[in-house]
């Protein structure tokens, strides 16, 4: 059933976290008209459907209550009739998609069409400052209206490629540095940059270090889904998971890979999430000093022989040495917070790691618990 009037601009509203009295300041109008016009009661005046419009940035039809999704469908009919009728000519293409944008304003498949064209048009050779500031304002306007953080994400890249088409290398550089993604994100868009402005070194440089943190992401991603199977107990899925993960092509090609990196500029959280996974790179890692407590309990859950390196033991606080000593309970030897731990510490510890007795539980949540091994930290327990 499509909504009436009053009921897309109540929804509009709420979308937009606003109450009646904000929308009414901000159409000069008063909350008991916003109140009447959401409740049905009266419509508001022709006139005030335009301002109304423009203040949601959406297309009048919309207000009308013509069926949105039959509208987003009729704004692609019209996007791929400008594009085929404009073919070859893609300045009469961009003003255009200005002019239906006019009709349907901050549609998100307009706006990508638009910065889309500016793409061809836009040369360090002939560029057309116009287009340009145009092409970026449709840009802002996408990532503000877009719901997917991956359409945000592909539309910010698009932006960073307008500056780089532009010639403003600097510019676009400084957006990467600036975006608020993992870094290798940044990586892919400075390769890009590096290609566009011509300096291939650069760009051979950052492909390979976004290639090679991809290939530690994946892999830590990889060890997650098999312990989390395991932990389901679907031990064959952990197991054909942990076999992918050693995969010879997978190995063979880090190796290829691993003396071309400039190693120096991996960050220090980027470290430890790529020797959670590929241990073999520690030979290349010169930010041990820099881990944190948390670095350290999380890498040594995994990958226990880095221990020799670990100068944080005395840091340690409860909550790293429970999470550590869950997965690695040889390192129990080295723990001095025993008698500081919380019952939460001591649920999460004993639920990982038992005794071999019964006995009664700590004083804590847990009603009963059958101990079956770990002798050494149930000896640290303070029972009840």
Excluded at 108 to 130: G, M, Q, Y
Excluded at 268 to 280: F, G, V
Excluded at 342 to 366: I, R
Aim: hydrophobic content about 40%.
């Amino acid at each position: 059933m499509n909504e009436n009037m009053g009921q897309i601009i109540k929804r509009l509203r709420k979308e937009r976290n606003l109450t009646q009295e904000e929308l009414a300041e901000q159409l000069n109008v008063s909350a008991q008209a916003i109140s009447k016009w959401e409740n049905g009661t009266s419509m508001p005046d022709i006139s005030q459907v335009v301002p109304i419009a423009n203040f949601f940035e959406i297309s009048t039809d919309i207000l009308f209550s013509r069926n949105v999704q039959e509208n987003n469908q009729n704004v692609k009919l019209l996007i791929q009739s400008i594009e085929d009728s404009t073919e070859g000519n893609g300045y009469a293409r961009f003003e255009k998609l200005k002019t239906l944008l006019n009709e349907y304003p901050a549609n998100t498949d307009i706006l990508a069409a638009i910065v889309r064209c500016a793409t061809f048009l836009i040369t360090p050779e002939s560029l057309n400052e116009s287009i340009f500031l145009y092409a970026v304002h449709s840009a802002d306007l996408y990532i503000n209206n877009a719901k997917k953080m991956g359409d945000i994400v592909r539309m910010y890249a698009s932006k960073i490629d307008l500056y780089a088409r532009a010639g403003r290398y600097a510019e676009a550089e400084e957006l990467a540095k600036e975006l608020k993604m993992p870094i290798i994100f940044s990586e892919m868009y400075l390769a890009h940059i590096s290609e566009k402005s011509g300096n291939y070194c650069e760009e051979i440089r950052h492909e390979q270090e976004s290639i090679a943190l991809l290939l530690g992401y994946l892999a830590s991603e990889l060890e997650r889904l098999a312990v989390a199977y395991r932990k389901n107990g679907e031990v064959e899925k952990a197991l054909e998971i942990v076999k992918k993960f050693n995969g010879k092509d997978l190995c063979i090609f880090i190796k290829k890979l691993h003396d071309c990196c400039n190693w120096n500029e991996i960050d220090r959280e980027d470290w430890n999430a790529l020797l959670i996974s590929q241990p073999q790179f520690a030979d290349k890692c010169g930010k041990w000093g820099e881990f944190s407590c948390m670095d350290w309990s999380r890498l040594l859950r995994e990958q226990p022989q880095f221990a020799d390196k670990c100068d944080k033991w005395d840091e340690f606080l409860c909550e790293d040495w429970s999470n550590l000593l869950q997965d690695q309970p040889q390192f129990a030897d080295k723990c001095d917070k025993w008698g500081e731990f919380s019952g939460e510490d001591w649920g999460e510890l004993l639920s990982e790691q038992p005794t071999s007795n019964t006995k009664p539980t700590p004083a804590f949540l847990y009603s009963s618990l059958t101990l079956s091994r770990f002798g050494k930290i149930a000896g640290s327990v303070k029972w009840a």
